[in-house]
Nanobody, 119 residues
Framework: QVQLVESGGGLVQAGGSLRVSCAAS????????MDWYQQAPGKQRELVAR???????TYADSVKGRFTISRDNAKNTVYLQMNSLKPEDTAVYYC?????????????WGQGTQVTVSS
Protein backbone atom coordinates (compact mmCIF):
# COMPACT_ATOMS: atom_id res chain seq x y z
CA GLN A 1 0.00 0.00 0.00
CA VAL A 2 1.45 3.33 -1.06
CA GLN A 3 2.26 5.74 1.75
CA LEU A 4 3.77 9.18 2.00
CA VAL A 5 4.49 10.15 5.59
CA GLU A 6 5.55 13.74 6.13
CA SER A 7 7.11 14.74 9.43
CA GLY A 8 9.41 17.26 11.06
CA GLY A 9 7.23 20.33 11.07
CA GLY A 10 6.86 22.60 14.03
CA LEU A 11 6.96 26.14 15.33
CA VAL A 12 10.03 28.21 14.58
CA GLN A 13 10.92 31.88 14.78
CA ALA A 14 11.50 33.91 11.67
CA GLY A 15 15.06 33.45 10.47
CA GLY A 16 15.22 29.95 11.85
CA SER A 17 15.59 26.59 10.15
CA LEU A 18 13.64 23.39 9.95
CA ARG A 19 13.97 20.14 8.03
CA VAL A 20 10.89 18.22 7.01
CA SER A 21 10.94 14.62 5.84
CA CYS A 22 8.83 12.47 3.55
CA ALA A 23 9.14 8.73 4.04
CA ALA A 24 7.71 6.75 1.16
CA SER A 25 6.40 3.20 1.01
CA UNK A 26 5.58 1.17 -2.07
CA UNK A 27 7.39 3.64 -4.33
CA UNK A 28 11.10 4.19 -4.81
CA UNK A 29 11.93 7.86 -4.40
CA UNK A 30 15.20 7.58 -6.31
CA UNK A 31 13.32 6.32 -9.37
CA UNK A 32 10.78 9.12 -9.33
CA UNK A 33 10.63 12.86 -9.60
CA MET A 34 9.65 13.98 -6.12
CA ASP A 35 7.99 17.26 -5.22
CA TRP A 36 7.40 19.30 -2.08
CA TYR A 37 4.31 21.47 -1.92
CA GLN A 38 3.16 24.08 0.56
CA GLN A 39 -0.44 24.93 1.32
CA ALA A 40 -0.91 28.11 3.29
CA PRO A 41 -4.19 28.80 5.10
CA GLY A 42 -6.90 29.65 2.60
CA LYS A 43 -4.64 29.11 -0.39
CA GLN A 44 -4.12 26.43 -2.98
CA ARG A 45 -1.33 23.91 -2.73
CA GLU A 46 1.78 25.25 -4.47
CA LEU A 47 4.87 23.46 -5.69
CA VAL A 48 8.01 24.74 -3.99
CA ALA A 49 10.74 22.22 -4.77
CA ARG A 50 11.43 19.30 -7.08
CA UNK A 51 14.13 16.69 -7.40
CA UNK A 52 14.29 14.45 -10.44
CA UNK A 53 15.41 10.84 -10.55
CA UNK A 54 18.67 12.14 -11.96
CA UNK A 55 19.14 14.46 -9.03
CA UNK A 56 18.37 17.79 -10.70
CA UNK A 57 16.56 20.26 -8.46
CA THR A 58 14.30 23.22 -9.11
CA TYR A 59 12.68 25.69 -6.76
CA ALA A 60 9.89 28.21 -6.70
CA ASP A 61 11.17 31.77 -6.75
CA SER A 62 9.71 32.34 -3.29
CA VAL A 63 12.04 29.78 -1.70
CA LYS A 64 15.05 29.82 -4.01
CA GLY A 65 18.28 30.21 -2.08
CA ARG A 66 16.58 29.33 1.22
CA PHE A 67 15.17 25.82 0.73
CA THR A 68 17.03 22.69 -0.37
CA ILE A 69 15.43 19.45 -1.49
CA SER A 70 17.38 16.23 -1.15
CA ARG A 71 16.84 12.52 -0.74
CA ASP A 72 18.33 9.56 1.08
CA ASN A 73 18.00 6.55 -1.19
CA ALA A 74 18.82 4.06 1.56
CA LYS A 75 16.00 5.44 3.70
CA ASN A 76 13.69 6.00 0.73
CA THR A 77 13.07 9.47 2.12
CA VAL A 78 12.94 12.96 0.65
CA TYR A 79 13.85 16.02 2.70
CA LEU A 80 13.24 19.72 2.52
CA GLN A 81 15.76 21.82 4.42
CA MET A 82 14.26 25.22 5.08
CA ASN A 83 16.52 28.07 6.17
CA SER A 84 15.93 31.76 6.76
CA LEU A 85 12.27 31.00 7.34
CA LYS A 86 9.72 33.76 6.96
CA PRO A 87 6.20 34.07 8.38
CA GLU A 88 4.88 33.64 4.84
CA ASP A 89 6.40 30.14 4.78
CA THR A 90 3.75 29.11 7.31
CA ALA A 91 1.88 26.26 5.66
CA VAL A 92 1.23 22.56 5.63
CA TYR A 93 3.95 20.86 3.62
CA TYR A 94 3.23 17.81 1.48
CA CYS A 95 5.36 15.63 -0.74
CA UNK A 96 4.32 13.70 -3.81
CA UNK A 97 5.66 12.18 -6.97
CA UNK A 98 5.46 13.91 -10.32
CA UNK A 99 2.98 13.28 -11.71
CA UNK A 100 1.12 12.96 -8.41
CA UNK A 101 0.19 9.52 -7.19
CA UNK A 102 -3.26 8.25 -8.06
CA UNK A 103 -5.09 5.76 -5.88
CA UNK A 104 -8.55 4.53 -6.77
CA UNK A 105 -8.86 7.26 -9.36
CA UNK A 106 -8.02 10.09 -6.98
CA UNK A 107 -4.84 12.03 -6.32
CA UNK A 108 -3.18 10.59 -3.23
CA TRP A 109 -1.73 12.89 -0.54
CA GLY A 110 -0.18 12.16 2.79
CA GLN A 111 -1.26 13.94 5.95
CA GLY A 112 1.28 16.72 5.53
CA THR A 113 3.33 18.39 8.23
CA GLN A 114 2.54 21.82 9.68
CA VAL A 115 5.24 24.48 9.67
CA THR A 116 4.51 27.67 11.57
CA VAL A 117 6.92 30.60 11.45
CA SER A 118 6.41 33.29 14.04
CA SER A 119 7.49 36.88 13.48
Amino acid sequence: QVQLVESGGGLVQAGGSLRVSCAASDIIVSSNTMDWYQQAPGKQRELVARITAGGSTTYADSVKGRFTISRDNAKNTVYLQMNSLKPEDTAVYYCNTFPPLRVNGRTFWGQGTQVTVSS
